[in-house]
C-alpha cells in the first residue's frame, strides 16, 4: 500500500485552507480527489483547522481583554470569531476565564448558575 502523494497532500491542504469557522464541502472534496479516502481529507481538515488554532493561539490570548471588551459591549461573538478567525467554542471559553477569572476548567463547572425550581431544589443550567 503506497502513501498519499506528496503533490496531492499539498493540492489538498491548499483546498482546505479556509477560515476556522467555515465548512469544507466533503462532497466536492472528496469527487476531486477520488484516489483519496474521505477520512483522509476530513483527517488533514481537521490537522490543519487545530494547527491554525495552536499557531495563533498567543495572538489571541494576548487580545483576549479586547474581545471581552467588544463582547460585553453587545457585538455579536460569531461576528467577532469570523473576524479574528478563532473557534466560537475556545473564544467563549478564554472569554469565561477571564470574566470569571477562571484559571481551570474545572473551575467554570462549578461557576454555572443556578436556578431553584418550584420544589426549591436547584437546577443546574449547564449541559
Same mark, same amino acid.
Given at each position: ?10 493540492? !489538498?491542504?491548499?483546498?482546505?485552507? !479556509? ?21 483522509? !481529507? ?16 498567543? !495572538? ?68
Amino acid at each position: 500500500m503506497s502513501g498519499l502523494p506528496r503533490e496531492t497532500y499539498q493540492q !489538498i491542504l491548499h483546498d482546505v485552507d !479556509i477560515p476556522v469557522m467555515s465548512c469544507a464541502h466533503l462532497g466536492l472534496l472528496a469527487a476531486r480527489y477520488p484516489g483519496v479516502r474521505p477520512e483522509t !481529507i476530513c483527517g488533514i481538515l481537521a490537522q490543519e483547522n487545530q494547527y491554525k488554532v495552536i499557531k495563533s493561539h498567543h !495572538i489571541h490570548k494576548a487580545n483576549m481583554p479586547a474581545y471581552c471588551s467588544r463582547y460585553v459591549t453587545g457585538e455579536d461573538v460569531l461576528a467577532l470569531c469570523a473576524e479574528v478567525d478563532f473557534p466560537p467554542c475556545l473564544m467563549m471559553r478564554r472569554m469565561l476565564e477571564l470574566l470569571m477569572r477562571l484559571s481551570k476548567q474545572v473551575r467554570a463547572l462549578a461557576a454555572w448558575p443556578r436556578i431553584g425550581n418550584e420544589n426549591g431544589q436547584d437546577n443546574v443550567i449547564a449541559g
